[in-house]
């Protein structure tokens, strides 16, 4: 081992986990921060470099070599070596599909993957290929996290016999609390924090609204709608808006930085999340709604319903059913004293079910588990030995010697 290895094995000798994972996703950023935090040894594996300020100063990086369309087959020949030479016992793997498939092709085996539903839900219907690539990825792992239960059955309905875990996405209820900011206006808002595509039922949303704006009461409010969010489908959203003669009443606010989201959701009086795919397998956005003691209407789809008590928290509707998103919004608004009953009730059952440092120390004591077994083997497939045999991967130039802190 070169002197740059030694050095790196005679490291802190505090649980040392390499995450394989998107290093730019907001999700992996929340839970590799707080892991971190935590006194844990992270070596971050990916193909993004990571941006400045968004990590932890203690997690360090690899870079994987190949971008491109073949990513995620080339960088399978040197992920073997890449996670020998960290050190760690455990790899875990963020998402079953992209890097799942990687996994899959390195026959690295026995890591720990955690599925968040898109991999799922959607990735295994492309092709038998990319069905194979999942269940593999997701059969070679010694243990699965899902944060839902309807996603755990999700995978057991792929045929998976490794066991699952639940563990949610959690929320800081410090940071997500009600009263940040009073509210500057009378009017009632209603609005959610959602990327403009069309899986999460934005024009459901927007139907719904033009609907119950046919109802004096409702309109006597003078009710506005919020987007909170980036997407795709921004521009037909704003042309479904401006059709309807909605213009005045819906405002696009764009992408935010998720630091400002509990500020934002202190000047809703409704939050609504409106999904029309199963792949939205856990409501993150609408616990931290619900944390900041707002009501919440949700459609059917996915586990939406699972973070959600009808008529306690919030109400839950059919998805894709404008005339139902109608009728709830008709009724949160006609009874305030219900708005703030279900506020203070989801709250409860955030702090209960959903307190972030829960949820990171659920992770912690799977880390622990897996590790304590010694199950981690790192051995190839027959895929990775052959084409080692005829093709000299390359190294990420980072590792070691551009491996840093901070990066």
Not at 114 to 121: Q, R, T
Not at 237 to 264: K, M, N, T, W
Request: aromatic fraction near 6%.
């Amino acid at each position: 081992m070169d002197e740059a290895g030694a050095n790196y094995e005679q490291e802190a000798q505090a649980q040392r986990i390499a995450i394989l994972t998107v290093a730019t996703n907001i999700h992996a950023i929340r839970w590799i921060n707080a892991l971190a935090g935590r006194g844990l040894d992270l070596i971050v594996i990916t193909q993004q470099p990571p941006l400045p300020g968004d990590y932890h100063p203690s997690v360090r990086f690899a870079l994987l070599p190949f971008r491109g369309r073949l990513a995620y087959l080339l960088n399978a020949l040197v992920l073997p070596r890449i996670f020998a030479r960290t050190g760690a016992p455990l790899l875990h793997v963020h998402y079953a599909g992209g890097y799942g498939a990687t996994v899959w092709l390195s026959g690295i085996r026995n890591s720990l993957v955690s599925v968040w539903g898109g991999d799922v839900y959607d990735v295994p219907g492309r092709s038998a290929l990319h069905r194979r690539a999942v269940c593999g990825a997701l059969e070679k792992a010694a243990l699965i996290t899902s944060t839902s239960h309807v996603m755990k059955a999700q995978v057991e309905r792929l045929g998976v016999s490794t066991p699952v875990d639940v563990v949610p996405f959690g929320v800081d209820t410090e940071r997500f609390r009600p009263g940040l900011r009073p509210k500057t206006q009378d009017r009632l808002v209603i609005g959610t924090v959602k990327t403009l595509a069309r899986k999460y039922g934005i024009d459901t949303l927007i139907r719904g609204f033009d609907l119950a704006l046919r109802d004096p009461h409702f309109r006597a409010l003078d009710p506005e709608l919020h987007l909170v969010g980036g997407g795709t489908a921004k521009q037909e959203y704003e042309q479904l808006a401006a059709s309807l003669g909605l213009a005045d009443r819906i405002r696009f606010h764009g992408q935010v930085r998720h630091e400002q989201v509990p500020a934002i959701l202190s000047g809703f009086d409704i939050y609504a999340a409106i999904s029309r795919d199963d792949s939205e397998s856990f409501g993150v956005a609408i616990i931290e709604a619900s944390a900041c003691g707002l009501p919440v209407l949700v459609s059917d789809a996915g586990g939406l319903p699972e973070v959600v008590e009808n008529d306690v928290t919030g109400i839950i509707i059919p998805r894709d059913d404008p005339a139902a998103v109608s009728r709830a919004l008709l009724r949160l608004a006609a009874d305030p004293a219900m708005r703030q009953k279900m506020g203070a009730a989801g709250r409860q059952r955030v702090m209960r079910l959903y307190e972030w440092s829960g949820c990171v120390d659920a992770m912690i004591a799977i880390y622990t588990r897996i590790t304590g077994s010694g199950v981690m083997t790192g051995r190839q497939n027959g895929f990775a030995r052959l084409v080692q045999r005829t093709t000299k991967a390359r190294e990420p130039s980072c590792f070691p010697t551009r491996f840093a802190k901070g990066l």
